[in-house]
Nanobody, 122 residues
Framework: QGQLVESGGGLVQAGGSLRLSCAAS????????MGWFRQVPGKEREFVAA????????IYANSVKGRFTISRNNAKNTVSLQMNSLKPEDTAVYYC???????????????WGQGTQVTVSS
């Protein structure tokens, strides 16, 4: 079994930055694609970004492209999401997830963290 634990969420003003981290334990996720998703109560889970197992390819939602950067460190079994130029509409619970498939569809992801709250004030 494997576990994912997110950290780094919080309250930030619009235009500010946050860096989310996801630490994996219980197994190595170096052969998995890793993704970040977010969800607002009452709305569907939304894809944010994903990175290939090797770290050699990334995909982003159009809403965050150019502002967010996903990265990973397989030696440390971690994945990060650098979020810059944050907007109030980025407010959500952010989830880290792992998948055997490099994909933006959340149904492809097998492992999920518990989520971390990001709140962007205007």
């Amino acid at each position: 079994q494997g576990q994912l634990v997110e950290s780094g969420g919080g309250l930030v003003q619009a235009g500010g930055s946050l860096r989310l981290s996801c630490a994996a334990s219980g197994r190595t996720f170096s052969s998995y694609a890793m993704g970040w998703f977010r969800q607002v109560p009452g709305k569907e889970r939304e894809f944010v970004a994903a990175i290939r197992s090797s770290g050699g390819g990334t995909i982003y939602a159009n809403s965050v492209k150019g502002r967010f950067t996903i990265s990973r460190n397989n030696a440390k079994n971690t994945v990060s999401l650098q979020m810059n130029s944050l907007k109030p509409e980025d407010t959500a619970v952010y989830y880290c997830a792992a998948s055997r498939v490099f994909d933006s569809n959340w149904v492809q992801y097998d492992y999920w963290g518990q989520g971390t709250q990001v709140t962007v004030s205007s």
